[in-house]
Each structure stands twice: as structure tokens, then as C-alpha cells.
Nanobody, 122 residues
Framework: QVQLVESGGGLVQPGGSLRLSCVVS????????MAWFRQAPGKEREFVAM????????RSADSVAGRFTISRDNAKNTVYLQMNNLKPEDTAVYYC???????????????WGQGTQVTVSS
């Protein structure tokens, strides 16, 4: 079956950077749209960024535009989320997701990772 494993989360000070990675196995990575979502305590899961299967198209949420960048390496079955200028409100569990179609709704995605915690605090 398809498995997604995230890594790279941790504790960082405001203004700092982190890079999340998500490795996909058991499926055809190069055919999937990949996305990142996040969920803060007491809040609903929200869209962060997505990238098309061929990496030609990408989109980010307004709240992270200009600070976060999504990318992928199809040779390594890996999607990345580079997060710069982190803010306390970015604190959440970050999930990667894979799907056959394109969209910002979590319903579009068929496969999910277990999540990685990102905490932004001084």
C-alpha cells in the first residue's frame, strides 16, 4: 500500500527556518499531486501548499506565501516544504498528502502521512 513518512519537524525560534520532507513508497510518486496541510490544537486541518506531479504548477496558502516553498524530487519519491521566517502561528502538526487530482481541499487527497510536529517559540 502507499505509505507517506514525514520528517524534519522540531522546535524553532520565531524567524527561523525548517525543511520538512515526506518520502512516499508503495505507489507511483511521479503521478501524484502532493500537498502539505497542517493542524493546530483546537483547529481544523488547513491547506498549506501543493505541487503538481510534474512540478510545473504549485500553489500556497495566503498565510504562508512568500515564506514557505513546496518542491519535489521525483527521483527520490520525496516532497519538501521549506519554511522560512517562521512565526508562532505556524505551530502545528504538518501532514503530507498524495492524490490523483489537484485541489486545496483535504478531500482531494487519498493518502496521508502520520504528521510531524512544528513548534515555533522563543
Amino acid at each position: 500500500q502507499v505509505q507517506l513518512v514525514e520528517s524534519g519537524g522540531g522546535l524553532v525560534q520565531p524567524g527561523g527556518s525548517l525543511r520538512l520532507s515526506c518520502v512516499v513508497s508503495g505507489g507511483t510518486f511521479s503521478s501524484y499531486t502532493m500537498a502539505w496541510f497542517r493542524q493546530a490544537p483546537g483547529k481544523e486541518r488547513e491547506f498549506v501548499a501543493m505541487i503538481t506531479s510534474d512540478a510545473v504548477g504549485a500553489r500556497s496558502a495566503d498565510s504562508v506565501a512568500g515564506r514557505f516553498t513546496i518542491s519535489r524530487d521525483n527521483a527520490k519519491n520525496t516532497v519538501y516544504l521549506q519554511m522560512n521566517n517562521l512565526k508562532p502561528e505556524d505551530t502545528a502538526v504538518y501532514y503530507c498528502a498524495a492524490g490523483e487530482t489537484w485541489g486545496m481541499s483535504s478531500l482531494v487527497y487519498d493518502y496521508w502521512g502520520q504528521g510531524t510536529q512544528v513548534t515555533v517559540s522563543s
